[in-house]
């Protein structure tokens, strides 16, 4: 019978209690009541404002950035996109495409003269002079790490002659490498004036980043929060800090650019890697803390796994959207997120190839390497059994060669012996021969005395 009264209890349905059972509630269990309510209340008016889906499935963060871009290099996955295709303008994220160039020219050892027109240039610069001489190794960390305009100019220069020329380098190497969408009128990201049209997208902006990671120089160079150097000739030391503050806001992030101009906002690409996971980021003309933002949406990068769907990315949050997201906690959304490219691009391909090399196969090529050190060891061990072999083969060739020598010895004394036979041979020949001539000459001489005897014969009849 308590069985089926308290069963009964248990799917009775929900009632709402009078005000005399409410006065016998604890304290806590009234407060608790209300907070329950209140938050379903809230909950059902600030939650379809916290995620905003398109239509192919990505999600978009509700912050005030033109276009961004946020990508899983292991998996080679968009966690995040909006407008990815607007052309805008980059600012110093031109840079990016400037440096990668001076290290593929493969004259980072050479000396760079600092020429007049490279030091008319505003606002942020180094401050060389005309004439110092500066390796170009040392430009591309000034111009990476402190974003600076005069290095950018000394390394066209340098590399080009002139800065007209440096420019239809940079959009031929930008068609290569895949970026449609760009189009690029200096190497330092002036967009104002007679450098006006110097647009990429952010997808174009990624596929240039991609492509720049993988060279280590670049790495090395990116991931420095200050570039220290000095003058070649009057040995001048230089001290430039970079102007990334995510490096010191962020634990995870590892550079890389930053940019800013009037006309094409506070821009950003940012790197996170954690855990083998490595998050590239790229956010144009933000409005509000950048700072704040890329480590909101790498936050929520890292937290999704390789195997699960998107989860859906939050810049910043309302003091209502606070309390729900205090009380629910993290909340994710089960839905694919992948975000295929409008136009094909040359480049693709590569990406692609690198992407598949990237660290999410790291167990797979642990364990072809195991697989090659057994490999190696048994090629080993069959190395040593031939060789083992091969030692045998020269025994049996020397006691082989022993007896040959043995065979060659007999036929010698058997082939002198053979010799002295002849010889013998030669020398009984010899002797009959003398035998013969003797005997022949005895005959003559009996022939002689027989004619001396008829002649004597014939005297004594005549007479």
């Known amino acids: ?32 009541a209300l907070g329950i309510c209140l938050f379903a209340f809230t909950a059902s008016i600030a939650l379809p404002a916290l995620l905003h889906a398109e239509p192919n499935g990505s999600y978009q963060i509700q912050a005030p950035v033109d276009s961004y871009i946020v990508k899983d290099l292991c998996s080679s996955r968009v966690v995040m996109a909006k407008d990815i295709d ?25 000396d760079v003269v600092i020429t007049r027109e490279s030091t008319n ?29 005069d290095a950018a100019f000394a390394i066209a220069i340098h590399l080009s002659g002139s800065v007209d020329a440096f420019v239809a380098s940079m959009n031929s190497r930008a068609r290569a490498i895949g970026m449609r969408n760009s189009r690029f009128t200096n190497p330092a990201g002036f967009d104002k004036g007679i450098y006006a049209g110097n647009t990429s997208t952010a997808g174009d902006l990624l596929c240039l980043t991609e492509y720049s990671v993988r060279n280590p120089v670049f790495n090395a160079v990116a991931r420095l929060d200050r570039a220290v150097f000095v003058e070649q000739s009057t040995r001048k030391v230089y001290s430039l800090k970079t102007h990334n503050k995510l490096l010191g806001r962020y634990p995870y992030a590892v550079g890389i650019k930053t940019g800013y101009t ?26 509000t803390d950048r700072w704040n933002v890329a480590a909101e949406m790498f936050d929520r990068a890292l937290l999704i796994q390789r195997e699960e769907p998107v989860l859906i990315a939050r810049a910043s949050f309302p003091p209502a959207e606070r309390a729900v997201r205090a009380d629910a906690g993290e ?10 490219n409008r136009k094909t691009r040359k480049g693709a391909a590569v ?71 002849l010889a013998i ?14 005997t022949k000459s005895a005959g003559k001489l009996k022939k002689r005395d027989l004619a001396l005897s008829k002649s004597a014969r014939k005297k004594q009849t005549e007479s």
Do not use: Y
Not at 4 to 30: D, E, F, G, M, N
Not at 86 to 110: F, N, Y
Not at 122 to 144: H, N, Q, T, Y
């Open 331 to 340: 909340r994710k959304i089960a839905h694919a997120s992948r975000l295929h």
């Open 351 to 421: 990406v692609a190839a690198s992407a598949k090399k990237s660290k999410n196969h790291a167990r797979h090529a642990v364990a072809l390497t195991k697989s090659l050190k057994k490999s190696k060891q048994h090629t080993a061990l069959i190395a040593k059994s031939g060789k083992k072999m091969k030692k045998g083969d020269p025994v049996v060739a020397k006691s082989g060669v022993k007896q040959n020598r043995k065979a060659l010895v007999a036929a010698k004394s058997a082939g002198k012996s053979k010799l002295r036979d």
């Open 1 to 32: 019978m308590q069985e089926q009264s308290s069963t009964a209890a248990i799917c009775r349905p929900w009632t709402p209690l009078s005000r005399k059972s409410r006065k016998h509630l604890p304290v806590r269990a009234r407060v608790l």
């Open 121 to 149: 240039v505003e606002p942020s610069k180094a401050g060389f002079r005309v004439g110092e001489r500066i390796r170009l190794l040392d430009l591309v960390k000034a111009a990476m790490v402190n974003s600076s305009n």
């Open 262 to 287: 009037g006309r094409a906002g506070r821009c950003l690409i940012g790197r996170a890697i954690k855990d083998n996971r490595d998050i590239l980021l790229v956010m144009l003309n933000s409005r």
């Open 425 to 438: 041979t030669k020398r009984g020949r010899k002797l009959d021969r003398k035998g013969i001539s003797a």
């Open 86 to 110: 607007r052309p805008v303008s980059p600012a110093s994220l031109t840079k990016i495409l400037t440096c990668i160039m001076a290290i593929e020219s493969g004259k980072l050892d050479q």
